[in-house]
Structure formats: C-alpha cells, structure tokens
C-alpha cells in the first residue's frame, strides 16, 4: 500500500507544494525544554514554531492578522501575533494572572479548555461572562490545581476556526514521574480559506457541501459486479430507505480543509529535532474546528502515557485517534539516525497534517499515503443489534466470539452485560432527530470507523486507565442524567434530546452530588463532548472506572457512561466540540447550584 | 445497570435477538471466502490504484476504492423493533428537561449560530430550451429565508418565448418543519402569462421521501371555485462526485376550465425531464438535458384549437445555480 515518499512527492503538483508550505518552510524546532540541549542547537526555531510562554503572569492579545497557508492571503485571528499563539507554561499550585487584550473589531473570549477553574474564568461568553469587548481587557486570575497537556481556544462565534488558539503545559508541583529528554506540543489544527459563517451557511443549506466520496454509481456497478445487482440493491436499501449515506463521515473535510501541525501545512514539514536514543514527548493536542485526525509515526512505538492531561498507565501503540479537542501525550524513543514522519490523517481520508522527528533540521522521511475512503459500517448505525443483539452471551454464540469491532465483552460479577436500556426523549420524535438507536452498543474497544483491523495496534478508549483512579471513588455515585446525541444531517440541526440549544433549558446539577451522565449517540457521527469546569471520569460498560478526561468522544450508535461530581459552583457549557454541531445546536448550559 | 433490567426489556431483548439470527446466518453465508471474519466491516475493495486529491486545497494520494461493500440489512427485518426514524413519541417518553426549575441567568454575550436566520436563493433550473415549436428561456427558482422553524418561501416558474411571457407561476409561502424530513407550506400562489392573471391559495407538503427522492405536493384553490393539484418530484444521481443525472416529473391537475388559459379540467399537463449537470462548484453546474411535456384532455384539446402542439420534446442547456 505504501509507496515512496519519492513517488509521493513527485505526485505532489508544484502549485500545491507552493500552496501549503506556506512560511514555514523547514520549520523546525527544539522543543519546549530540553534538558541535554547543546548551546550549539539554540536559534534554530522556526517562525511557524509558537512562542513560549512561562510563569504566572501572562499579557495575551488577540488581533486580526492575514495569514498565508494556501497561497492565498486570508483575515485570520491570531494570539500574540501568531497562530497558533503562544504556549503558555504554568506550573501546578501557582496562581496565574492572564490578562487578555482583544484589539479585535467584535467581542472576542478566550476558554481556558481542562482547566478546572471559577466560572467566572472560565471564558464562555453568555454563561462565564459577557466576553470581552473590542478594545477591552479580561483579566483571568485562578489557581492552578493540575498539571498535563490543554489548550485555549476562541470560544465566541467561528473565531476559533480563524486561528485563536494555543497550547498550555502545566508542570506538576512535584517533579515529574515522566522523564524525557525532549518535549514537544504537536497542535493540529484545521484551516479554511472561506469565512466560517459562509461555510456553516454552506452546510445548512446543502449539508453534503464538502462530502467529495459520496456513493456513486460507480460504486454500484462494482458492488453489482462482484456481489449481483440483487446483492447491490439489497445493502443500499436502507441506507436509501432512511435517506443517509453511509459515506457521512464528517461534515466538513479536505475540500476546504488545510491540515496544520503547529502552524503548517504538509508540505511546511514542522520538525522536532532528536538525538538518536532520547525519549521525547510529544503533547498532541487537536485543537481543529471540525476534524478528527488518525495519528502515527511509522517505524516508532507511541507509548501513550496522558489522556486529556491525567496520565495513564503506558499503552504502546503504532496508532491513534484524536477527536476534536482531545489531547494525548506520547513518548517515542526513535533509536536511528534518520527522519521519521509524523503523519496526522483526517478521519474522512481528504488530507493530512504532517511533520517529522529528525535528528538534523531540513529533513524528511516517507510520507505515507491516506488510508483508502471508508464507509459506515453497520455498527455505526444499528449499535448493538449489528453486533448480533445485546447480549454477550447471543453475541458469542452467532459470531463466535471473534467479533471484527475487536469485541472483547467485559462483564461484570454476574459475568454478562446486559443490554442496558435506551430512553428516548419525546423531544426526539420531531423535525431536528432523523435517526433513533435503540440497541447502541457499548464496548469501547472500539477503535472507530476506519481504523479497525487496519493491522495496525491502534488505541481504544478500553485501553486507557487513569493512574491512581478516580478522584472520587469514595462518593457513591447518585442519579443518572441521560441525554441522546441527536441530529438531522440533512437540515443540519444537531442538539441533545432533538433539542438545539435555543430550544432547550439548562440541565442543573445539584452541587456536591456524584452523577452519572449516560450519553446515548443517536446519530451516524462521532460527537466529542466536552463538559467545562468538572472532570469526566468514563466508565467501562461494566461501570468501573475507566479514565478520566475533559473530552469524550461518542461513538456512532454508542452509549457511554460518565461520572461527574458537581464540585464546581457555577454555570457552565457543555457540548459538542466539532464548531459546527455546537453553532447548530449542540450545546447546552450546565448550571451547578 | 445489569442487573436492574426490567421485565419488559428482557422480553425486547430476546424478541430483538431472535429477530436478529437470521441476519448474522445470511451475513456469514455472504462472507465464506472473504478474508474478513465478520460482518461489521466491509471490505475495503481498493482496485491498486491511486487517487490524486483534487477536491481543495490538500495534497495526497488515497487508495482508489470502488464500490461499498455493504451489507443487507433492513430497517424493518427487526419484527418488534421500534422504527429508527420519524413516528410518535410513547406515553412513557422521557422528559428532556433537567432544569428543576432552573432558568438562564441574565448573562449577556451568547452568540450561537442555532437560532439565526439564513436565507438561500437557488435557480434550479435556469435554460434555454429548443423544441420543434418553440424555443426560449424557462427558469425555476426558489428563494428562502428564516431559520430552522419558520422560513418565508418565494417560488417562481415559468418560460418566456416567442417574444412573450407565456406562463409564470410565483408562490409566496410560510414553511414549517412537521418531520424530520417534511415541511408544510402555507400560502398564495399568483399566475402570469397568457391569459388573465389568477390568484390562488396555497398549501402543500414539500419533503425528501425514502430513497432520496425530492417531492412536492401542493393543492390551490381559487377565485370562482377553481382549484388545482400539483405534484413534483425529482432524483439526484450521482454518476461521479461531480457528475449528476437529474430526472424529474411534474405533473398539474385543475378543478375547472379555463378556457382564457388554455386550461383543462382534469389531468392538464406532464412533464418528465432528465438533466445531466457537472457540478464545477457545488453552486455553480452547468447541464444539458431533455425535456417532454404532454397536455392532456380538454387543455390538450385548447392548445390544439390555438395551433400549438400537444407533445412538446425539446432539448435544454442551463446551469443550476445558488447562493
């Protein structure tokens, strides 16, 4: 399947090289902090590398700047002059002031994503504060209580989608556990050359705007060649029946879609520098709008070690899925001296952010080829019912127990899970709901569309556990809040319950109580859902504590289960990260009293 | 949560379950000789070919796939499911709100995209068409704006040739979501052209029916009782991603005669048309086509009387446009 990245880049048209190099031509950096760096190395870091920002007093401003990453000059918002702005590095039990200019033209905000905070820092304008007007200052002042791998991001309007955004490392008040020689942020971020509003005009009114691997009937004379025109018929019934395309991976994709990694694009080719045998860290944050990207190094083990910032117990990996507004530290251990590339893959295989780990700046190693265009599977759509009903028992005895999805059925002390039961909202019989699953699945050990049994190791939410458990194991755990995932593709309205959030009303927390939320996927897309100002904590189908982390990607046709306890006085949001779902509906203020 | 299954739901589970082994059987029978163990992911049937991304601003290449490789499964072969789309919300739904009473602050500054008014204005079919009789300029468009829950319509359809208008007919109406892929719409349709303006009433659902197909059906009633039926629908194939065979029908029905019109009691006319459009943008698609309308009935025999034909083919060329 791999072919030359000689081949690659000579397939590579010369206008498109020029197009995505954009100014950051062998960009290259030496990491945030490298404790056996030579003084030699000092000078290298490239324009398209962001600023490092340490301590506890921060001046942040946010301005319009024109940015090239295309080949064409666009409006874009910048942090600091730069996008992505700043890192900014904060150490664990400080206070830090950070004082936000926005010299935009419009209210602008800045959300402080994972940071356990006072509402009011929080930074969501209508439900922490107004945002900050043009011309204004925000001062956010907060204790810091954690330490790992977040970001910062726009949280006003498609601001977001324009470039304000930026990494935040939080040192641990004790030194380290994890010792590296070399540490790096790798953001990956997704750029458009239109004005967002236009393209959520586009979405709402013709909502396949930017799906290109659409069903054709070239698709249907090869399926009818090989399996029968009755066969072809057959599997196309109800997907036609229901109105879907079982190519609806994602709404928005390479056709207006520029991968960056740190600020360039593919061919820009962001470099981390290494020496052979060094462990270097690298922080992957997906800091894009609206993409999921498919993450690895090929020839290098990924030793996963920190979901959302809260380490995990190692998982070596060769690949993993990042969902929009997850973050995941890995070390890599490269012991060759040569180049090897990171290769970020978007989950709608249009395009890809791309750079390299190198021992010696301005080079580059193979460029893998996308994985070929994948379609929906079953499982996406039925949940459990395509994996042969809800029992593990009925599941063992009609596939054998050898299940394609990598069905390995946890079970609880009766030693079977059963199917739990699905709670429609009546909300979700409307105009805003054209799907409803009533058998999702639940096994987590699901790597996603497109990624399963790509004879790669690739990681699943079933592998990563929190060190040191849950925060709260010794608060029983009280009600349970279910809320669906629900959409209609076809008008572009998404919400939770068939509810948009103009619709809807806050969902309250009681303050203090330890409650489940239970997320039910009842549409054909993964949805990251991330719930500000409390953790997360994911529980394996059989209710264990599973790990702990700020965003929860749900899958097609899942049920997920978290825990939260409502520590955190306040108002809140809680939604859909893809900026598109969110606008559109997805999105709901928590209120903690 | 195991252990807490109710009565009820151990009955859908084993009704559900057995449904279901028919299923699996068939899948498995379908995949013997196939490398893959299970059902749930189809093969990836790439052909050794490399596909050059030449959909925006990307580069890479990405495996040529060709075909799906999905398999059967139907919505209904799960006897005592509940259907996954559309129907009524039981008596024992759940309540969505979980508020306890609790409202929105009166903080300022939410700025959400889901509640804004857009507007759309799309010429569907904006031609030239050439036939034995005639040849001119026919134009179907539609103009919208509102938000999800109400939005205002503007239609108009007509031609123009010989040197005259010879028929537009101009709708103004209310439309309202009433199901996931339904909207009513509510309103006053107004006829021009040969003939004396009339004036009508409107109302009609307008909607995607399963198997993706686009329809509209709208009844009028007008001034000294007339009244009138009209019914549209059309299909979207893709033959590429960019290359798109468009057939439609169109059929109108009226109450009464009107003879001043050229009108019919009765079946009055049908159209059936098939477009080929390239999509070079998703807005912009240039198309050549055919086109045939029939009269029927007394407008058949009116048209006769005016020496015009009662079968019109012509050719089209236009392009479908939006904004």
């Known amino acids: 399947m791999k072919r030359s990245s000689r081949d690659a880049a000579m397939n590579v048209s010369r206008r498109r090289f020029v197009q995505s190099l954009g100014a950051g031509t062998g960009a290259c950096s030496l990491g945030l902090f490298s404790p056996r760096l030579f003084a030699a190395d000092i000078g290298t870091t490239s324009p398209r590398t962001p600023a490092l920002l340490s301590g506890t007093d921060f001046d942040l401003t946010i301005g319009n700047m024109p940015a090239d990453f295309t080949g064409r000059m666009r409006p874009a918002v910048s942090v600091n002059g730069s996008i992505p702005g700043p890192t900014l590095r904060w150490r664990e039990g400080t206070s830090v002031t950070l004082r936000v200019h926005n010299h935009l033209p419009v209210t602008s905000s800045i959300h402080w994503h994972g940071i356990i905070l006072p509402f009011q820092m929080d930074g969501v304008p209508g439900i922490s504060y107004p945002g900050i007007a043009a011309g204004d200052t925000f001062t956010a002042r907060f204790q810091v209580k954690q330490s790992g791998t977040y970001w910062y991001h726009g949280h006003s309007h498609f601001q977001e989608q324009t470039g304000l955004y930026g990494a935040i490392i939080i040192d641990p008040a004790k030194p380290d556990p994890i010792g590296v020689d070399r540490d790096y942020v790798v953001m990956l971020n997704d750029w458009t050359d239109e004005d967002p509003d236009g393209l959520y005009a586009h979405l709402k009114k013709v909502s396949n705007y930017y799906n290109y691997g659409e069903p054709t009937m070239q698709d249907f004379i090869a399926d009818a060649s090989r399996q029968g025109v009755s066969h072809a018929l057959a599997s196309r019934r109800m997907w036609n029946q229901m109105r879907m395309s079982p190519r609806d991976l994602v709404d928005v994709t390479g056709a207006t879609y520029t991968y960056l990694m740190n600020g360039n694009g593919p061919a820009g080719n962001w470099t981390a520098l290494f020496r052979p045998g060094e462990r270097v860290r690298l922080r992957f944050i997906n800091g894009s709008s609206n993409s999921f990207f498919d993450v690895r190094i090929p020839g290098l083990n990924l030793s996963v070690i920190a979901a959302d910032g809260q380490n995990v117990d190692p998982v070596e990996v060769d690949e993993f899925r990042i969902g929009t507004a997850e973050v995941y530290d890995v070390i890599v251990q490269p012991r060759e001296d040569r180049a090897y590339t990171i290769f970020a893959q978007s989950m709608s295989r249009d395009g890809y952010a791309r750079g390299t780990l190198a021992p010696r700046a301005g080079m580059q190693a193979e460029v893998p080829n996308l994985d070929p265009l994948p379609t929906i599977a079953m499982v996406d759509m039925m949940g459990s019912m395509a994996q042969g009903g809800g029992m593990s028992g009925m599941r063992n005895m009609t596939h054998g127990g050898d299940m394609h999805t990598g069905q390995h059925e946890p079970t609880d002390d009766t030693g079977m899970v059963g199917m739990p039961e699905v709670h429609h909202a009546r909300t979700e019989y409307g105009p805003n709901v054209d799907m409803r699953v009533d058998m999702p699945r639940t096994n987590l050990d699901d790597p996603g569309i497109g990624l399963r049994d790509n004879g790669r190791r690739v990681l699943t939410y079933a592998d990563l556990h929190t060190i040191g458990g849950s925060l709260y194991e010794h608060e029983p755990v009280g009600r349970e809040i279910e809320l669906h995932l629900t959409g209609n593709m076809e008008r572009f309205i998404w919400g939770f319950d068939g509810l948009k959030f103009s619709q809807a009303k806050p969902v309250h927390f009681r303050y203090g109580e330890h409650l489940r939320l239970v997320l039910v996927n009842d549409t054909m897309m993964t949805h990251p859902i991330h719930l500000h100002g409390m953790w997360s904590e994911l529980e394996s189908p059989a209710q264990k504590f599973q790990v702990r982390k700020h965003t929860i990607c749900v899958q097609p046709a899942q049920r997920v289960t978290y825990r939260v306890l409502a520590d955190a006085l306040g108002r809140w949001a809680y939604h859909c990260h893809l900026l598109y779902h969110m606008e559109a509906g997805m999105f709901r203020e928590v209120v903690v009293s | ?323």
Request: proline share 7%.
């Open chain 2, 1 to 323: 949560m195991s252990m807490n299954l109710c009565k009820k739901s151990m009955v859908f589970v084993a009704v559900s379950a057995a449904a279901m082994v028919p299923v699996p059987l068939q899948a498995q029978d379908t995949m013997q000789g196939m490398d893959m163990p299970a059902m749930q992911q189809p093969p990836q049937q790439t052909t050794g070919g490399w596909q050059r991304l030449d959909i925006g601003p990307q580069i890479g290449e990405r495996p040529v796939v060709r075909g799906l490789g999905l398999q059967p499964m139907a919505v209904d072969a799960m006897p005592g499911m509940p259907p996954m789309q559309g129907g009524r919300a039981p008596p024992d739904a759940r309540r969505p709100d979980y508020s306890d009473g609790v409202d929105y602050g009166s903080m300022t500054g939410m700025d959400m995209a889901d509640d804004k008014p857009l507007g759309m204005l799309q010429f569907d079919r904006l031609e030239y068409f050439n036939g034995r009789a005639a040849s001119g300029v026919s134009l179907d468009a539609q103009a919208w704006y509102g938000t999800d829950e109400n939005r205002l319509w503007l239609k108009a359809e007509g031609e123009h040739s010989g040197e005259r208008l010879q028929d537009l007919r101009t709708e103004v109406l209310w439309d309202r979501p009433v199901a996931a892929y339904w909207d009513t719409q509510l309103g006053v349709r107004h006829d021009f052209g040969v003939g004396p303006d009339r004036t009508w009433a409107a109302f009609g659902v307008q909607g995607l029916a399963p198997y993706w197909f686009d329809v509209a059906a709208t009844a009028y009633v007008g001034q000294s009782s007339r009244t009138a039926l009209r019914f549209e629908a059309q299909y979207e194939l893709p033959l590429t991603q960019r290359l798109i065979l468009q057939p439609r029908i169109e059929a109108n029905l009226y109450g009464r005669d009107d003879p001043q019109r050229d009108i019919g009691a009765g079946l009055s006319d049908a159209e059936l048309g098939v477009r080929l459009r390239y999509e070079i943008t998703r807005q912009f698609a240039p198309y050549v086509g055919v086109d045939f309308t029939r009269r029927f009935g007394k407008t058949a025999d009116f048209v006769r009387a005016a020496g015009e034909p009662v079968y019109k083919p012509q050719l089209v060329a236009g392009a479908h446009i939006w904004f």
